[in-house]
């Protein structure tokens, strides 16, 4: 089984079970995802508006959909991206980073909806959310734009840079705002996950985040290497095999 491939499932275990956390029967949640019993939702003293009762399964989904997208997906395709090589590589990274976007659109609009209901878009988590989803928003043309230079120049363009460090912020900023929206539940009290939850998904995060790293160190050694024997700069190479030209540029 490819290195990729066998990366991509641990991180899909471990995505999962995070996800699980927020299930209604969870034994991590302050509440077990019985709104009845959370006095946030009878309208105690929390400082924030009271939510609907069945606020919980929203945040259920605003959660795991914006976790798989930005915890699983978007990592996974950058990965990928850098450790394959073979044609049409830049099809299947592009596949992953569509479906990462799809989801994080679908958890885009539960949280809009959810933070206006409650008067909390103030708060740090929902500004970094849309901030996060505007920015998202120019990925897939700097990708195109990032492409076709590439493939014109055989080197790296403005329009590459642009993508690549977009995309490697926009993961990290990602997967530190899910922690946020974290602690936001529990200070809202709003289907609040226990401290050994937060804890649970800040380990999980880091491992991915660390992961995701060091196939970008890898990545870059790997370019450094057939950049110093001519390899990226030389359009033959480049046109020998599509995922080995995506690995060098990625």
């Known amino acids: 089984m490819p290195n990729f491939t066998k990366i991509a499932l641990v991180l899909a275990c471990a995505t999962t079970a995070l996800a699980q956390g927020y299930g209604g029967n969870n034994p991590y949640s302050n509440n077990g995802g019985d ?32 976790t798989l997208a930005f915890s699983l997906l978007f990592p996974i395709g950058g990965i ?13 990274h592009g596949v992953f980073q569509t479906l ?46 990032h492409h076709v230079m590439f493939k014109k120049y055989s080197r790296r363009t403005v329009w590459s840079y642009g993508h690549i460090w977009l995309g490697r912020v926009a993961i990290t900023v990602g997967m530190v705002n899910a922690g946020l929206g974290l602690r936001l539940s529990q200070e809202t009290r709003l289907f609040a996950p226990s401290q050994g939850a937060v804890d649970a998904y800040w380990v999980i995060a880091v491992i991915i985040w660390l992961v995701y790293m060091a196939s970008v160190v890898y990545g870059e050694i790997k370019r450094g290497r057939s950049s110093g024997k001519g390899g990226v700069d030389t359009p033959p190479r480049y046109r020998q095999a599509e995922g080995e030209e995506l690995r060098q540029y990625a």
Do not use: C, K
């Not at 939510?51 to 259920?60: E, K, R």
């Not at 990928?80 to 099809?91: D, E, K, T, Y």
């Not at 708060?123 to 734009?145: D, K, M």
């Open 35 to 66: 709104s009845s019993n959370n006095p946030y939702s009878n309208g105690s003293n929390t400082g924030y508006p009271s939510f609907p009762s069945n606020f919980h399964l929203m945040v259920t989904a605003h959660a795991v959909l914006a």
């Open 100 to 145: 990462a976007y799809l989801l994080y659109i679908a958890a885009f609009a539960i949280g809009v909806y959810m933070a206006n209901t409650m008067d909390l878009m103030g708060e740090n988590h929902p500004v970094i959310g849309i901030v996060l989803f505007v920015v998202l928003l120019f990925q897939p043309v700097l990708g195109a734009l």
């Open 80 to 92: 990928v991206i850098r450790l394959a090589s073979f044609p049409g590589l830049w099809w299947i």
